[in-house]
């Protein structure tokens, strides 16, 4: 079985800093791409931010050069770094990946983490 446990939401105020945080644990054989997508209350979920096992990365026009994804193969880990957050980055952040194990090779998620950024 395959966890993904996300950690680092919160409240900011705007023009602060967060980072969060997605580990993934279990009978992991390979990870490929991990990722971020973000969601708002009756809105779709939305593409944040991408990376490749090689650390390839893509972004969402809305956070180039504010946002940084990372990876940390050997801990099975993908973070998110935000900076000069303002109220639109205010939604649940949910991180996938894909992830091959013995049985089957598909797209795991987290089950979400809070960000607020509210004066």
């Known amino acids: 079985q395959v966890q993904l446990v996300e950690s680092g939401g919160g409240l900011v105020q705007p023009g602060g800093s967060l980072r969060v945080s997605c580990a993934a644990s279990?009978?992991?054989?390979?990870?490929?791409?991990m990722g971020w997508y973000r969601q708002t209350p009756g809105n779709q979920r939305e593409l944040v931010a991408t990376?490749?096992?090689?650390?390839?990365?893509n972004y969402a026009d809305s956070v180039k050069g504010r946002f940084t994804i990372s990876r940390d193969n050997a801990k099975n880990t993908v973070y998110l770094q935000m900076n000069s957050l303002n109220a639109e980055d205010t939604a649940v952040y949910y991180c996938?990946?894909?992830?091959?194990?013995?049985?089957?090779?598909?797209?795991?998620w987290g089950q979400g983490t809070q960000v607020t950024v509210s004066s």
């Open positions: 996938y990946a894909n992830i091959r194990t013995e049985r089957v090779f598909t797209r795991y």
């Open positions: 279990g009978s992991i054989l390979r990870i490929t791409d």
């Open positions: 990376i490749t096992s090689g650390g390839n990365t």
